[in-house]
């Protein structure tokens, strides 16, 4: 029941580290055990139906270069990308997938109809699901496309927009857990803007606050049991993201009440264009208790826009995943490839040599941060750095009842005149050196 | 009394725009009235006692370029310095002026010492503050330079140092009271990290949040009436920095309970460096309620460090003056120079020139921003665009009773389809060029 | 003969400073006189196709906002396009325009067709300009957008494709000269790399000199009189572009012996991108006499990558406008708007607007960079900061025969112990405030 | 003959891979041979005087926190310093050193007292050298950090600070020469501007000129047979450098004659401030063959500022020794650590760490690149992408007789029409991955 797209091709094996053979994992075991888990149960790999069927190959200064059978508004044509696209996460043993309603039905002339083709689309989806085992991580609604949204969605200063925007979430949520989606996703790619001249970001925050509560208390209503999750964007397609960070995306939570009802879904990307790492983004979340799942891609470290390349820096994806094993590994979330092929690679093959690729990045990243967590390789230094804040007069003055004053009064009477110590910062990178 | 520093200049006469003399102001009136308040009281100008009379010129490829006579490190040179200090700012009729502890007086060789000290400094203060009329903007600890800092004040893995900063800020606290100083200021230069390998970040936010928590307590105790503020920075000299920008400043506060007791300070730099516009960081702040001061300076767009420079761009303190107006003026706040000469400016004319161009830099973007605020030149336009929300129905799904599904339901039987509307940002940019 | 498109505006009158009418302009008046010259004559506008009748608005993350009437892929479409452009040209007083073939004509189905759609377009245009006046500043070669040139143009590992770019730009060239182009320029957005790992640098350079090469021999042979154009640009859409700026045009061109042959196409956002300031780019331009036109527009300081933004900044255009005075003024060169309205500007009111705003700011910059210049603002201090270089000893050594070690000798036997003079750079920042 | 300082550390073995020992090499091996030579010899690992024994770790916000027993400004002190130095040299097998004259010795009270202390450590040196064997890969002037230079050495616009930074170039080429350098290095810290305003850059550019072919002059008449060699950076200090990057020197060069006399020292760090890879930078090195030697260390990815990290990614040291094995691997040139510790990094252990770790960093760097050189891993998939321009056609478009109308003429005769292949970017990533 080949579509033919990828030839003959009919499985891509696990060959070992030592294969040629780009067709083949080389790292990627989906049984391998890893920490006591399957590494498939560690990673929960999920690949994104927009870049890999939808995106066109085109940048701010080209077009086309994609030519796909599937390309067209039709419903059968989003048929065949859907057939093309479960044949390709079956060929990965990708166990999951993530799509935006724009990605997988045509647009209809009215909202009623685009729902409605959604919901046909969803009815192929769970014949194809059920054929192949492949689940849903997450599904999303896209609210950045269509020119309506170009002030906003739920932003925007014009209500009828919001209006159309939670009709359009609903439909999304509706059928992400009609297919037993994990979780649900926000990316408020026009939730942000253009010019502070036309825009009063107070009453905005509230428009999009009041947005994040209508969804969380749908979410409860239809017992949907999956995850609601925010992923950070500094700016880009706007001039500022009202979401730039996890910090800036915890704050927003604490401000309309919702720190425990939502956790971030934090991309690579994303991270270097807000200025960070990803392993920092990954840490801050797991600091405030948001963490969620994770959008795996890379920015060029030289571009200053978005370019959702394939992870393959190991060393860094280990620093990540580090992360995530302190975490406490992902629970709803997965690790979703949000990364594009080059608009130059053109072939059939390149789709999969790309996720190949970065499965097994992600493997070996996997492997490494396992690892270290077991030896505590890192955290074993750590806790003898903070191993003076175990006395009862640190605690004292961290929980009370020390004040100001009296702790002003102890370092006079003590002396107290602290003495640095090595960070090690070197020492710790070397270690690390060692597991990758 | 002239410390002869300057010369025999004995005053810097406002002389209007058309003069051409480097020792006048053009546009910095303090007398003069801006929406029926005196230009004096709305900016609060303050002078940097650290960049002004600290610093000696130095960057990280060279060091000391200036010469000043009171370098060194006695009670004498202090008091030479202080001298000096408030005879700029009497000549420059500012106000206000800000300091840390370690600005203004000799490192002691214990912490009573070093208290010490600076309270014998405050007393020289009191003497010239009394004969000038200048007063105290805010004062402020130095957390970060000596080198039993250097891996964090409150937030350092060994409490000794968390002691250590808590009793500087009581001292400081006590010194900033005595001297009505209006404000109190917390920069965390080192409260962030190097690497997050030896990094437990959850803890280290704990740690400072206890620590703000002190300082709030004891603003209370002691009757200091004046506002606590953080002054946001991303990142230099630490890797990362808490205290990203206003946002994360306000997760913090909100996270720590204290987002009605602290407020921000901005620096114009500091919004730069992290990927920020000045009236972006201002406008954040006036939206989450947290605005208090101004760090006055520019950074170079294209230098990724902190340049600290003397702002010099009309159009821009425009717009920053646009926001303070819209967040209803300064109340305990102020426009405090954190700018510093560029080390080629050896003389002591090149200190008042600095401060002359800054302040009718900004005088001029204050009467730019006042026109637009009374022309409604903006607002009127903002208010026509948001105008749909006022709307019954749109209240209903912003303040409720509506749902998203009741909301979806009106989508599909009403056939709501939005049309985008033009968000005229060339003709609000030609606006704002017609006022400055 | 209106088309309707700008309704019945028949003319945007200059009504001077105190205007509120935004149809007017109130400072670019052609006619004013300025150091000697009519202004129009000093600033060269021209108003670029591509941006303001081609792009539909898209950006990264949505799709076409505009809806334009002459928008669709025929000869009819596309005369209109050209009545439109020539109507807005007229209505703005800008003298010249500029265009890429692929903006003014629809593609053909072979190169021939295309070319022949190009030329037919010309005779119209020919129609249009001797209608209006209006003229030419430069045509240019769209090698970008195409599929066939996502690996580069002359720098494709494809020769086909370095034959059909040839081709295209004698083509273009031979249209240029027809309409009596005063330029032809060549921005290489595809010369450059995705990837290293996939690019010979050597060997692409050498194609793209000899393609340079081969466009200047043609230019003699047809005896076109206007200037080669390079118009630097550091990254996208490619990671890298060979014509990075400004400098390293001027080692490539030496590299290929071009330097008196071709000169460059300075554009604002460029610079930004490359790391530098505009007027950076144009100062260097001058000191290593390449300094050819314009490209004005302004990109966000906050966004990595090209925002095409219209200047507003007049202290900004008055530091630009002082370079080009330096550098003589323009000769074949101008200013040509390579700006874009904001993708929410849908109005055909927002075109002439924008244009109107960045007329103004520019003419402002102009008036302000001619009377630093006639007042020796500037220059007057620069002499004299380096007065010392006249004297015959600081000559001998720039100009011989002193050498390394008859210097040392020197400085040894005079105790040559130099004392560092201020640099005085707020006092000069603080005159270009007199002046903006 | 120790000094202690190390205690009683006689020798830094190589145990290999598994070892956990933090003071042994677990991929440096100098022995080793590696494409038939031995990886010493590929590598030439050199270690800088500056950054591990005269910098006191400070940085902008913060003072000195190392305390080591040879800081202090005397002749004794300086001998301990190159005692220690010498002693670490030989512990880390590292075959050269580096150093600028003001690392060595006390500023003098004149040029010629600095001279002479420069020449009584060299003598000092010598000794140190024949002992241990370790050899000098390169000299240096420091022409930044005195204040002398601030505004300026060579393009200082004090026509005395040309002069004496002439003499103090003389006096480190001579002892370079004396102690057989093997290299000598400019980096023009201060040769940019921090403001246009005060600068003349055409005038400044000509200094810069005239100084190298002074430098170059001297060279051949003393017989130095090393190379020189620049060191680009793009700004730091200075707002703007002007040996910006590598095709930014080559422009240079070509400008003043001395493309064939000089070649650039390419520093990871100074690359990616410029917006570049390190690996773009070796390459344009390489395509425009001026490539001769490496400043190793890395740059944070998200600090604006030279961070001279060691270098700890395989991954990124891999591409890099990639292009120098392409580019011949050295001649003269070698890897240089300009890298430092953190200045948290107390520990006289961490320098050992560092230095140990960055080693066995660039050992596994090139052991991959020669993997990848001697499968033609990357190199036959080059050869395939360009294998058309192999034939006559092509070549008669790239050496003539081709011109741009016969080459149109052909297009349209032929009907070319070229169809794009895949540029298999991830296929080349994920073979990267395969030798990391």
Redesign the interface.
């Given at each position: 029941m080949s579509t033919g797209f990828f030839g003959n091709l009919t499985s891509i094996p696990f060959e070992g580290p030592d294969s040629?053979n780009?067709l083949a994992f080389?790292h990627y075991n989906p049984e391998e055990m890893v920490m006591g888990k399957r590494m498939e149960d560690h990673l929960r790999f999920a690949v994104a139906y927009w870049h890999s069927f939808t995106w066109p190959?085109g940048?701010?200064?080209?077009?086309?270069?994609f030519e796909r059978p599937w390309f067209g508004d039709t419903m059968d044509k989003a048929r065949l990308k859907a057939d093309v696209a479960f044949e390709m996460f079956s060929l990965l043993k990708a166990p999951y997938f993530c799509f935006h309603d724009l990605d997988v039905r045509p647009e209809g002339d009215?909202?009623?109809e685009s729902?409605k083709n959604l919901e046909t689309i969803a009815d192929h989806f769970e014949t194809r699901m059920a054929e192949t085992g492949v689940k849903l991580l997450w599904g999303t609604a896209n609210l950045?496309?269509?020119?309506?949204?170009?002030?906003g969605a739920s932003t925007?200063?014009?209500?009828?927009?919001?209006?159309?925007s939670?009709?359009t979430?609903?439909?999304c949520?509706d059928v992400t857990k009609r297919l037993k989606g994990e979780n649900y996703v926000l990316w408020g790619?026009?939730e942000g803007y253009?010019?502070?001249?036309?825009?009063?970001?107070?009453?905005e925050?509230?428009?999009m606050g009041?947005f994040l509560n209508?969804?969380v208390?749908?979410k409860h209503?239809i017992g949907f049991t999956g995850t609601i999750l925010i992923e950070p964007k500094?700016?880009?397609?706007t001039?500022?993201q009202y979401d730039?960070?996890v910090?800036?995306v915890?704050?927003?939570l604490?401000?309309y009440g919702l720190e425990n009802e939502v956790r971030v879904n934090i991309e690579q990307g994303h991270a270097?264009?807000?200025?960070?790492?990803f392993?920092?983004e990954l840490?801050?979340a797991?600091?405030?208790g948001i963490f969620g799942s994770i959008d795996m891609n890379r920015n060029?470290?030289?571009?200053?826009?978005?370019t959702d390349q394939?992870p393959?820096?190991?060393?860094?994806m280990a620093?990540a995943y580090y992360?995530v094993l302190l975490a406490g590994g992902f629970t709803t979330g997965g690790t979703n490839f949000d990364a594009k092929?080059?608009?130059?690679?053109?072939?059939a093959?390149?789709l999969l040599?790309?996720h190949?690729?970065g499965m097994?990045?992600c493997a070996r990243g996997l492997k490494a941060a396992a690892a270290m967590v077991e030896d505590k390789a890192?955290s074993g230094?750590?806790d003898q750095?903070?191993a003076?804040?175990d006395?009862p007069?640190?605690q004292a003055?961290?929980?009370g009842p020390?004040?100001?004053?009296s702790?002003?009064a102890?370092?006079?009477a003590d002396?107290?005149?602290?003495?640095?110590?090595?960070?090690?910062?070197?020492?710790?990178?070397?270690i690390?050196?060692?597991y990758?």
């Open positions: 040629r780009p080389r190959g940048d701010p200064f080209g077009g086309q270069t009215t909202f009623a729902r950045f496309s269509h020119r309506r949204f170009m002030a925007n200063p014009d209500p009828d927009v919001f209006a159309y939670a009709a979430v609903k439909a949520m790619g026009r253009e010019t502070l001249l036309n825009t009063d970001m107070g009453r925050l509230d428009q009041r209508l969804v208390e749908y209503k500094p700016q880009e397609p001039k500022h730039y960070d910090a800036t915890y704050g927003f604490k401000r270097i264009l807000a200025g960070h790492s392993e920092h840490a801050t797991r600091a405030l060029d470290y030289q571009s200053g826009w978005d394939f393959n820096n190991v060393p860094e620093l992360q092929l080059r608009r130059q690679s053109l072939d093959e390149d040599i790309a190949i690729g097994d990045c890192l230094p750590l750095r903070y003076g804040w006395k007069q640190a003055m961290l929980k020390e004040t100001l004053d702790i002003a102890r370092v006079e002396g107290i005149d602290p003495q640095p110590r090595s960070g090690r910062q070197e020492y710790l990178e070397n690390v050196n060692r990758v």
